[in-house]
């Protein structure tokens, strides 16, 4: 695999999940755009690692839950590149709160963030992909269709983003563009630690036949694989990584076989 | 108006809250205010004085009045250059 002289841009790159993608891609030889909204530190430790590997790095601040940051951020893609070969859709925010207690305020927050942003930033890259192709990949959660404490909102937009995938799938598929989800069970990051406390997280590892947590680069390879040729075919689908958690059911025992 | 006067103004209506309640002294907590609260203060307060507060900046402020110290110094700073 190999995505030398490609242009990424990677939404919520700066740390997390996106953090991983953006050095995956970029030891598979692309340049990467890191767009961050609330760390700049993190984002710049990123881009510093990324030239590391000899590609080139950007970083742009932009909320994705603001039309007019979206537009501002791609202006700059455009004015500096020109081009761009892959999207990923990563940056996420929520609130976590029983489904009772949502407002309008909350719904819309997470709603623009998680899923209007994967229809504006993929608006917008299009127009950047015209006559060269090009990928698109946005980061989903088993909690699109799993009922996880207090997730709801965050789940709801995940799952926006899922049907959304595949409908920009088929729409794009004619301009040579790949579009597809990857959504991870529990990953160990920082956001994992805000909206869920460390022992349901423990919880979760007898319940993932691999036997340990999902970790960003996990979620990484995936999408790198899915930015390939050799994921031509793939249209559409919202790949899962989680170790067997979603499809595990406590009735096997786990125990090794002599 | 003073920075202060806008700040207090920009999380009054944000958070719902009386201008009243948001004294120099006052934390989030006091007045209520949740994660989602703060950091869309921090956005509007942003593009209101056109700087940039980064979460590791914002984590510091102990209360309103250290909030307002900060976004004063980051003005200044921005007219001196």
Not at chain 1, 43 to 52: F, G, L, S, Y
Request: hydrophobic letters at 45%; one cysteine or more.
């Amino acid at each position: 695999m190999s995505l030398k002289g490609k242009l990424a841009l990677v939404t919520g790159g700066g740390r997390g999940i996106g953090r991983a993608i953006a050095l995956k891609l970029a030891s598979e030889g692309a340049d990467v755009v890191v767009n961050f909204f609330r760390r700049r530190e993190a984002a710049e430790q990123t881009a510093k690692d990324i030239r590391a590997l000899g590609v080139k790095a950007e970083v742009i601040r932009a909320n994705v839950g603001d039309q007019a940051k979206i537009d501002e951020m791609f202006d700059m893609i455009s004015n500096k590149f020109g081009y761009l070969d892959i999207l990923i859709n990563n940056a996420a925010s929520g609130v976590g709160r029983p489904v009772m207690d949502i407002d309008v305020k909350a719904w819309e927050w997470t709603m623009d963030i998680n899923a209007r942003a994967c229809l504006l930033c993929t608006q917008r890259a299009v127009k950047l992909m015209e006559g060269r192709g090009g990928k698109i990949v946005s980061i989903s959660s088993l909690g699109s269709f799993l009922v996880w404490p207090t997730y709801a909102i965050v789940g709801v937009s995940k799952g926006a983003l899922e049907t959304l995938t595949r409908y920009l799938a088929i729409e794009l598929a004619p301009r040579g563009i790949c579009v597809n989800a990857v959504a991870a069970s529990f990953v160990e990051t920082e956001a994992l630690k805000f909206y869920f406390d460390e022992m349901l997280n423990q919880a979760n590892l007898p319940l993932t036949p691999a036997g340990r947590l999902v970790t960003p680069e996990d979620v990484a390879n995936v999408v790198a694989f899915l930015c390939s040729e050799e994921a031509f075919m793939i249209r559409g689908q919202t790949i899962i990584v989680d170790g067997g958690f979603s499809i595990y059911s406590p009735l096997f025992s786990l125990k090794k076989t002599d | 108006m003073t920075v202060e006067e806008q700040i207090r103004e920009i999380i009054a209506r944000i958070v719902h809250v009386d201008k009243g309640v948001i004294t120099r002294e006052a934390t989030f907590k006091d007045i209520k205010a949740d994660s989602l609260d703060i950091v869309q203060a921090l956005v509007a307060v942003e593009e209101t004085f056109g700087i940039e507060i980064p979460d590791e900046d914002a984590q510091k402020f102990q209360n309103f009045g250290d909030f307002v110290s900060y976004v004063e110094s980051r003005v200044a700073q921005k007219e001196r250059v």
